[in-house]
């Protein structure tokens, strides 16, 4: 077989089984057959793969190699034995699988085959309410069409996260998991539902609210399955299973279960250490069964009847102990722990699904004998195989040809901005170690990423293009990047990333009248908070690569420029326990008031502290500095505005004991190199822009207004009135405009802060 045909059976078979495993064991075993075949055609490749060395594999193997030695042992080579072996044939096809999943293609076949055999059961649950002639086919299934389509829903929820339009899938979700909850008689199936619910709430929730919404959101499912007929039936069957004996003197389903918990529990007394023997169970079970119920009970005259119909205890964890002992058992719990430690480990696309999935298992476990049951076992060893395939082909797919080799981050903001894009070139990094990384931003603003070890490159573009410098700028950047991250919602930043990549994510304002033209121009869409929204630019910008990365729990991390030794006549003025002041703001509207400085200035020098100002060479920023740097004489007042670049300017801040500023870039830069800030902040939202500290250890760390705000090595200080934060550019909303809410911040406030942090220093 040529390798094309090869890979185009494979496609076929692979989508075979993906259609038919929510319902059809015969489809599946064909399927498999298949399958074995094209992997013995390629047996050398799979070799090469040693899809066995994968934990969750190697675990699996070692259980099915216990099981078939201690049933040949307890009951030699009977049919029997080999029958009992074959109900755990999964765990052999799953390196199979693993290893002919290899193909993202073909990943993608089977999940959408998956997908469509799902919906059609779900479809087929829905019309036989209305054609009650189907309902006694589907009856016998409800416990594995319920696993499916909950599972099925959950893989569908997850995979949507990220999406440009998620809701579609949502709602084919949402279908699936109705289905269960109203057309399913199946409590199996509910139960699933309920603990996938809260697993997907878990997942999307904000770290500070996982635990409540993983707790109302299976309530509020609950809530609104108690409206279904099929809910309602199988309550009062499962509080009618209650009472010994149902009428006409049979056993409800509840009560089937509790005989079989009763004996089971006898029989683990007998078993537990070496095993009855996985061919044994039925013959021990009735021996046990009609030991319990005879001469007289309650459940008597059912058990003679119908007990030695039982083959297992519907109980997957009590079927390992039963049948192999405590070596089995243990063997089985390896496996699974093993499954839940690689969704810890696994890419952020695979960890939510392989946890999730592991986790539905593990629960139906409690309920049925699922490894032995060919459709929920079928089932979750080929998304055990796919996920397990995910995780580890698709990292190599991602950093090799066709992946993404080449990024280019778009930072067309102030110097600023641009600092606070280093946690998501930071999580770009990590996600592709090999990445070649590059940021465009404007001319004098990339300062701050001088020295980052995440970029490999820095881009300038005037902050005008004339025609000229269009037509020579476009050909540096046309296509030659695989992935463009665009951080600023403007329409040229939008334009620059259509031009330099095939796929890109960007954020866009929340409302824009170009918002329609930019979200056909991106893969992923980001919709910014803007300046009253309640999430942090930091973490608004990681949120560019959630379809890559889980970022949804990632806490940011701002990274400075590297650090650079001051010049030699600088350093020696340098005094320890110095206290850094940055006056100057860039506009007036976030500039502290230059006589509240001077105030500040004064008492700081009369504690006989060295202070330090800084700022640059402009022309602003020498008018504000211009009054407090005759307050005193060098080196107690030392003035090096314009004397120092970022790098040596991130050495100074890191040996001062205390910084002071404004809401401005390098507030931002203190705040990062983890020297006590107080931060100054006036109309401006904290929630989004406040210094983001150094090692901060959750992603909420401040409220829209407080007197005074810690976190980390940051406090910020607000003024009181009750407008504060405005979001807008000053009290006349424009950005020459003034801020009374600064001029309520006194001096005294913040030498309080200072004095504080100076004394613990």
Not at 280 to 305: C, D, F, I, L, W
Not at 637 to 654: M, R
Request: contains cysteine; hydrophobic residues 50%; positive net charge.
């Amino acid at each position: 077989m040529t390798m094309p045909v090869w890979q185009a059976v494979l496609a076929v078979a692979l989508g075979a089984l993906g259609f038919f495993l929510p319902f059809s064991p015969a489809g599946v075993a064909m399927s498999l057959g298949v399958l074995l075949v094209l992997g013995l055609a390629r047996a050398h490749a799979i070799w090469r793969l040693a899809p066995w060395k994968e934990p969750v594999m190697a675990a699996g193997l070692v259980l099915l190699a216990y099981i078939v030695a201690h049933t040949l042992w307890t009951t030699g080579a009977t049919a029997a034995s080999w029958e009992a072996i074959n109900r755990y044939h999964e765990l052999l096809f799953a390196p199979l699988l693993l290893a002919l999943m290899q193909d993202g293609r073909h990943r993608l076949i089977f999940m959408r085959a998956l997908l469509a055999g799902a919906v059609l059961l779900a479809l087929a649950h829905w019309v036989a309410l209305l054609v009650p002639s189907l309902a006694p086919i589907l009856e016998s299934r409800r416990i594995s069409a319920g696993f499916a389509l909950a599972v099925c829903a959950f893989l569908v929820l997850m995979r949507a996260r990220g999406q440009a339009r998620p809701w579609p899938a949502r709602a084919l979700a949402a279908f699936m998991a109705l289905t269960v909850l109203l057309a399913i008689e199946g409590r199996t199936g509910h139960v699933v539902v309920i603990v996938l619910v809260s697993c997907a709430a878990w997942l999307h929730s904000p770290p500070r609210w996982r635990w409540a919404a993983a707790v109302a959101g299976p309530l509020l499912v609950l809530a609104l399955a108690m409206g279904s007929a099929a809910m309602q039936t199988r309550i009062q069957e499962t509080l009618a299973g209650t009472q010994p004996v149902g009428p006409g003197g049979t056993l409800s389903s509840t009560g089937i279960r509790i005989e079989l918990l009763r004996v089971a529990g006898d029989l683990v007394r007998r078993h537990a250490v070496t095993g009855a023997g996985f061919a044994n169970y039925s013959a021990a079970h009735e021996q046990a069964a009609r030991a319990m119920n005879s001469p007289k009970g309650s459940a008597a005259a059912y058990v003679q009847t119908h007990w030695p119909e039982v083959s297992n205890p519907h109980n997957e964890y009590l079927m390992q102990l039963i049948g192999g002992g405590a070596v089995s058992l243990s063997l089985f719990l390896a496996w699974l722990g093993l499954t839940f430690r690689q969704a810890l480990h696994a890419r952020p696309q695979v960890s939510g699904p392989l946890g999730g999935v592991a986790l539905a298992f593990a629960v139906g476990c409690l309920f049925n004998s699922l490894l032995m049951d060919f459709v929920e076992a079928h089932l979750y060893i080929a998304l055990l195989a796919l996920l397990l395939a995910e995780n580890r082909y698709a990292a190599q797919n991602d950093e090799h040809a066709g992946g993404v080799d080449r990024i280019l981050v778009i930072a067309t903001r102030q110097i600023g901005d641009v600092l606070l894009t280093t946690p998501l070139i930071r999580a770009a990094r990590r996600r592709w170690p090999r990445a070649h990384i590059e940021v465009l931003g404007f001319q004098g603003t990339l300062g701050m990423l001088r020295g980052n070890p995440d970029v490999n490159g820095l881009i300038e573009s005037p902050s005008r293009f004339g025609w000229r410098g269009l037509r020579a700028f476009v050909p540096k950047v046309w296509r030659r990047y695989d992935l463009a991250l665009v951080t600023d919602p403007g329409d040229r930043a939008h334009l620059l990333g259509w031009l330099a990549a095939s796929r890109r994510s960007g954020i866009i304002p929340a409302a824009g009248g170009s918002n329609w033209w930019k979200k056909q121009l991106l893969d992923h869409v980001v919709v910014a908070g803007g300046d009253r929204g309640a999430v942090h630019v930091t973490t608004e910008k990681q949120s560019l690569l959630a379809p890559w990365l889980d970022v949804y729990g990632a806490v940011p991390e701002v990274v400075g420029p590297a650090s650079a030794p001051l010049p030699p006549n600088v350093q020696a003025q340098v005094m320890p326990g110095a206290v850094v002041v940055h006056a100057p703001s860039m506009w007036p509207y976030k500039q502290w008031p230059i006589a509240h400085f001077e105030v500040l200035l004064n008492d700081l020098l009369a504690q006989g502290r060295q202070v330090i100002l800084t700022g640059s060479a402009g022309e602003r920023d020498r008018e504000c500095i211009a009054p407090l740097r005759i307050l005193a004489s060098p080196p107690q007042l030392l003035d090096l505005s314009g004397q120092l670049d970022f790098n040596q300017l991130v050495t100074l801040l890191q040996g001062a004991a205390l910084y002071i500023g404004p809401d401005t870039s390098v507030s931002h830069l203190a705040a990062a190199t983890g020297v006590p800030v107080i931060a100054i902040f006036g109309p401006t939202n904290p929630m989004r822009w406040a210094p983001w500290p150094a090692r901060a250890s959750t992603r909420e760390l401040f409220v829209r207004s407080a007197s005074v705000q810690r976190a980390g090595n940051v406090t910020l200080l607000q003024g009181s009135l009750a407008c504060v934060p405005c979001g807008r550019a000053g009290c006349e909303d424009h950005r020459q405009s003034r801020s009374d809410c600064l001029v309520d911040i006194k001096p005294e406030r913040v030498l309080e802060e200072a004095r504080a942090i100076l004394a613990n220093a």
